[in-house]
């Protein structure tokens, strides 16, 4: 028994942005996996070269830029197409977390989650849908977050740039799905990585999240694969503009 061909991505070409830990290195995995040349992203070049050369294959490459540096996406794009060719998936999965009170929320902390989460998923779209819109077909999947729909205390800011996400994938949409594209996010539930270590440890909010959670559990970043999957093959085909919640159901129950 063989896959069903809608889902056959063999030979197609992937950025995945933030892939040197966590998600984005399952993510990347995932994708080669499926037979996909892989172009892994960092901001620690050492970091991500480990990352990639950990998986041993030669369709799997690295890059390293800030994506917060305008100038340097737009070097660090035309790096990826030179090393694998013209990109067909584009995965903005970079993010990071800051937790405070709303009233003590510092205001650089604000800044650098609007960069980092929103900013520049904006810059490495731009930068890689124009060659996807001249070719007239192209997939972007933008990581959300669960955040993007449910209120907690002290990520208001983190919350804020998912939420934003979210409508920035509807307006991509928008713009570049009558040339051909299909841009969607994927918003994961609470995963066990990096950057929930602290919440992970934290005896009381496990107890909370499991209880919260119809899955009863925490998420690996393996359980987000099958949906990237879908979202990069052209079983998406007709799935545009859409979040799709991977969260072991925890928006579908109050
Ligand atoms: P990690 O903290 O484990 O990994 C973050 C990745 O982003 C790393 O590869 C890091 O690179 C890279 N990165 C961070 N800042 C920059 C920057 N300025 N420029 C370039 N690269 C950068 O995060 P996760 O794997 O947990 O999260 C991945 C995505 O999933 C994020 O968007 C997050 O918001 C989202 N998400 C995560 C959830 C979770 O529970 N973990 C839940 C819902 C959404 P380097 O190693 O070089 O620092």
């Known amino acids: 028994m063989t896959a069903h061909p809608l889902f056959d991505?063999?030979?197609?070409?992937?950025?995945?942005?933030?892939s040197s830990?966590?998600?984005?290195?399952?993510?990347?995995?995932?994708?080669?996996e499926a037979g996909c040349t892989v172009v892994?992203?960092?901001r620690d070049p050492d970091r991500v070269r480990a990352a990639a050369d950990a998986l041993e294959d030669d369709r799997v490459h690295h890059v390293a830029f800030d994506?917060?540096?305008?100038?340097?996406?737009?070097?660090?794009v035309e790096e990826a197409e030179t090393l694998v060719g013209p990109l067909d998936v584009l995965v903005n999965n970079v993010g990071i977390q800051h937790r405070a009170p709303l009233l003590d929320f510092p205001d650089a902390a604000?800044?650098?989650?609007?960069d980092t989460n929103l900013t520049s998923a904006f810059l490495v779209a731009r930068a890689v849908a124009r060659g996807m819109?001249?070719?007239?077909?192209?997939k972007i999947v933008n990581i959300a977050s669960v955040q993007s729909a449910l209120a907690r205390p002290g990520i208001a800011p983190y919350a804020a740039t998912k939420g934003a996400l979210k409508m920035l994938t509807q307006g991509m949409c928008a713009d570049?799905?009558?040339a051909g594209l299909q841009i969607n996010a994927l918003a994961p539930g609470y995963i066990d990585t990096e950057l929930t270590q602290a919440l992970v440890e934290d005896a009381e909010f496990s107890r909370w999240l499991r209880a919260r959670t119809p899955a009863a559990r925490w998420g690996t970043a393996e359980d987000l694969i099958g949906a990237l999957l879908f979202l990069s093959s052209p079983a998406s085909d007709f799935v545009n503009g859409h979040t799709l919640y991977v969260d072991g159901g925890m928006l579908a129950v109050v």
Do not use: N, S, Y
């Open 9 to 18: 991505i063999d030979g197609r070409t992937a950025l995945v942005t933030g």
């Open 21 to 32: 830990r966590g998600i984005g290195r399952a993510f990347a995995q995932g994708l080669l």
């Open 40 to 42: 892994m992203h960092g």
């Open 67 to 76: 994506v917060t540096d305008a100038e340097a996406v737009a070097i660090g």
């Open 110 to 114: 604000w800044q650098e989650l609007l």
């Open 133 to 138: 819109v001249a070719r007239g077909r192209g």
């Open 176 to 178: 570049w799905a009558p």
